[in-house]
């Protein structure tokens, strides 16, 4: 059997123990390096001690679920949620946000294009003689000349997503989906379907993009130091800005769009952008804040933004983190599919387009937009798993309203309010009593109905808006976790 001793000696002395044969130099060094090793130590201990106390300060996360038909509205109030958690992100990304803005260009000028060839081709019956259009050779050489748009379009669509192989066709290329990425204090795109759906905006951390290569990150978001080259479709764009802008203007074009009912609106809303061809264009454009809330990205399925959000009075701040789920527009994401996973939901943002009252779906023209809006909330206030979910309306797209009632009376096409006046703040009030009505009688319980006339491309009043919103959020959070 093993014999042990047993001394009062630490064995561990032996090895922190200074040499036998330290000279005095060396032992002043020792020391100072132990001083700066303790400094070092406690100053971790104190940032860690630090980080802990605010994290028991802060509110808890604050979950919120965005709703509502294809082009509501929902990525433009995903960017006003960026703009408030961090400026600093859209002065990173202006030049990314450039590609997608000169993309909405690009395929806006391709739906003109795409009916230029139709009528060459001798594809069109003219019922109504007043509403011929004849092509003239002006038009005809410019259509020619702006052909380079369609390898343009693919080429943007590679570059904003990478790895993608645009496919020629005309048709995949127009419904190509992005996807918003809101990492770090990026907010850039990826392909919906090329990774992690959690997209998070918080100060301070890496500058990175998620699946990319470091060459593919530098491409996306960094331009490319004043060099053009011809197979940069930036600068191709350039090149052919004058006959864009020639082709936008001619009359011809313009009649056009008036009988055809073109939906140039579909990427560019009133020809926000077409008729700021020449700043566009022009090399090195980096696009104002609005620029960015009017760039068009449909998206699809459901991704989760994080967000750090800042609530309360001066001089009494809390930083809370909120975490925004964006539910793509398509009609198939009915309530019983996502429902189960966002039962302890804080609240849904449901936006309604109320401008869009002439329109019909794409994917089904016999339905009206703003009925199936109203179908919609319906069912998400009479859907049993939300019944404790606070239901945020926003009544979107007012501007639009207001610049359409002036050429199409609401009461012709709503048959319910005919007898009355088409102005804005009737027409308004009218579909705000409408949807209060529905969330009235048909909540399974009883609960408060908030509702907001917006317009999420006004950053200042929108800004207002979401600010309330998320101070009443927080409150709500906070009296649920018995922190107030």
């Known amino acids: 059997m093993p014999r042990h001793s047993f001394t009062d000696r630490d064995p561990l002395d032996a090895l922190l123990a200074p040499p036998p044969d330290e000279t005095p130099q060396e032992r002043e060094k020792r020391i100072a390096a132990e001083v700066e090793a303790k400094r070092v130590s406690d100053e971790i201990d104190a940032q860690l001690n630090r980080e802990c106390e605010r994290e028991k300060r802060n509110a808890p996360a604050v979950r919120v679920l965005l709703l509502g038909q294809s082009e509501s509205g929902k990525s433009t109030t995903l960017k006003n949620f960026q703009l408030i958690s961090s400026a600093k992100a859209f002065q990173r990304e202006r030049p990314m946000w450039g590609n997608v803005i000169r993309l909405n260009v690009v395929k806006a000028m391709l739906?003109?294009?795409?009916?230029?060839?139709?009528?060459?081709?001798?594809?069109?019956?003219?019922?109504?003689?007043?509403?011929?259009?004849?092509?003239?050779?002006?038009?005809?050489?410019?259509?020619?000349?702006?052909?380079?748009?369609?390898?343009?379009?693919?080429?943007?669509?590679?570059?904003?997503?990478?790895?993608?192989?645009?496919?020629?066709?005309?048709?995949?290329?127009?419904?190509?989906?992005?996807?918003?990425?809101?990492?770090?204090?990026?907010?850039?795109?990826?392909?919906?379907w090329g990774g992690n759906n959690v997209r998070e905006s918080i100060d301070g951390a890496p500058d990175v993009i998620d699946h990319t290569t470091d060459g593919e990150s530098q491409e996306m978001t960094q331009p490319r130091s004043g060099r053009a080259t011809n197979d940069d479709p930036a600068h191709v764009l350039h090149m052919l800005a004058a006959d864009m802008i020639a082709l936008w203007s001619h009359p011809t074009v313009k009649k056009l769009i008036r009988v055809r009912d073109l939906k140039v609106a579909d990427v560019d809303r009133g020809g926000y952008f077409l008729d700021r061809l020449e700043t566009i264009t022009y090399p090195g454009y980096q696009p104002a804040d609005e620029d960015i809330l009017r760039a068009r990205i449909k998206t699809m399925g459901i991704s989760e933004h994080r967000f750090r959000l800042k609530t309360g009075p001066m001089g009494n701040l809390t930083t809370s983190e909120w975490r925004v789920f964006d539910v793509?527009?398509?009609?198939?994401?009915?309530?019983?599919?996502?429902?189960?996973?966002?039962?302890?939901?804080?609240?849904?943002?449901?936006?309604?387009?109320?401008?869009?009252?002439?329109?019909?779906?794409?994917?089904?023209?016999?339905?009206?937009?703003?009925e199936d809006s109203m179908k919609l909330w319906r069912t998400i206030c009479e859907t049993p798993l939300l019944k404790n979910t606070d239901l945020i309306l926003f009544l979107n797209k007012c501007d639009v309203m207001q610049e359409k009632l002036r050429v199409v009376p609401f009461s012709q096409h709503v048959v319910s309010y005919k007898g009355r006046d088409d102005d804005f703040e009737g027409c308004s009030n009218y579909l705000k009593r409408k949807f209060g009505q529905v969330h009235k009688s048909h909540s399974p319980q009883q609960r408060p109905f908030y509702c907001h006339m917006t317009s999420v491309t006004d950053t200042k009043s929108t800004h207002a808006i979401l600010g309330n919103v998320k101070d009443l959020l927080v409150r709500k959070n906070l009296l649920n976790s018995h922190l107030v």
Request: proline share 6%; aromatic share 8%; with cysteine.
């Open 111 to 192: 739906m003109i294009l795409d009916i230029l060839n139709q009528l060459q081709a001798g594809a069109e019956t003219w019922e109504d003689e007043s509403k011929r259009i004849e092509l003239t050779p002006d038009v005809l050489m410019l259509k020619q000349r702006l052909a380079p748009l369609y390898q343009v379009e693919e080429s943007f669509v590679a570059i904003l997503s990478p790895g993608f192989k645009a496919d020629k066709s005309r048709s995949k290329l127009r419904d190509n989906v992005f996807n918003i990425n809101v990492n770090s204090e990026k907010f850039g795109l990826t392909r919906l």
């Open 328 to 370: 793509g527009g398509a009609r198939s994401m009915v309530p019983a599919a996502w429902a189960p996973y966002f039962d302890d939901i804080d609240a849904i943002i449901f936006l309604a387009p109320i401008s869009c009252y002439d329109e019909t779906l794409e994917e089904d023209p016999t339905v009206n937009r703003l």
